[in-house]
């Protein structure tokens, strides 16, 4: 009785591997690349997100306040603990996504329409976006590239593909984590990354998403 149930442990996650290759296969080639091209931004995106690069390093404020020891003989300074917290960007999850919707941009995607869905899923990802302390910015997945993808079409009929990625992978990465890089320390995380979840992270999957929908 317990062999089927161990196939659809081993196999299932398997087959939704599979299945998510194949969606982002069908979704890069629907921004103008080869089976090949999008075959090999995929691999890069997948390799890539094991790569953290740090931007730059903030002090974060101590919970542990200076204070002094007063014995009959004899007294202790204890200075306050000091905690840095360095902010980095994921190849894969932001590095990549945000330099592809750039050259999509420069070549495939209708440079207004795209200028107007970045405003419209920035200022949605903002106003969703939630500071989480322990786990990150917290957002509703399927939001920005509904709305990215909305956008594209009612601006872009005629090539909506390339303008609901752009709209929605610059949309987010602004919206979500630029915009709220004020509050990151809030996180009381010492190593924060954009984009950390690799390939599952929402700047990668919402153009994935953006541009099948569209």
Same mark, same amino acid.
């Given at each position: 009785m317990l062999w089927p149930l161990l196939y659809i442990l081993i196999f299932l996650p398997m087959l939704m591997a599979h299945l998510f290759f194949h969606?982002?296969?069908?979704?890069?080639? #629907?921004?103008? $690349?080869?089976?090949?091209g999008a075959f090999l931004l995929f691999t890069l995106s997948v390799l890539g997100s094991a790569i953290n690069i740090p931007v730059y390093k903030q002090r974060l404020p101590? #919970?542990?306040? /200076?204070y002094l020891a007063v014995h009959p003989f004899y007294f202790f300074y204890y200075p306050p603990k000091v905690n840095y917290q360095v902010i980095c960007v994921n190849v894969g999850?932001?590095?990549?996504?945000?330099?592809f919707s750039l050259h999509l941009l420069?070549? #495939?995607? /209708?440079?207004?329409?795209? $200028?107007?869905?970045?405003?419209?899923?920035?200022a949605i990802s903002k106003a969703l976006a939630r500071i989480v302390p322990g786990v990150g910015i917290a957002m509703p997945a399927f939001v920005p590239p509904i709305?990215?993808?909305?956008?594209? $079409?009612?601006?872009?009929?005629?090539?909506?593909?390339?303008?609901?990625?752009?709209?929605?992978?610059?949309g987010t990465f602004l919206?979500? /984590? !630029?915009?709220?890089?004020?509050? !990151?320390?809030q996180l009381e995380a010492q190593v924060v990354s954009i984009g950390g979840a690799g390939i599952f992270d929402g700047i990668f999957l919402v153009g994935l998403v953006a541009a099948l929908l569209s």
């Open positions: 969606a982002a296969v069908f979704s890069f080639s #629907r921004l103008g $690349l080869t089976p090949k101590s #919970r542990h306040p /200076d999850g932001a590095v990549i996504p945000v330099l420069a070549t #495939r995607a /209708d440079l207004i329409p795209s $200028l107007l869905g970045i405003a419209v899923v920035t709305a990215a993808a909305l956008v594209a $079409l009612l601006l872009a009929p005629h090539n909506p593909a390339p303008v609901a990625y752009v709209s929605g992978v610059l919206g979500a /984590d !630029i915009l709220n890089l004020p509050r !990151i320390k």
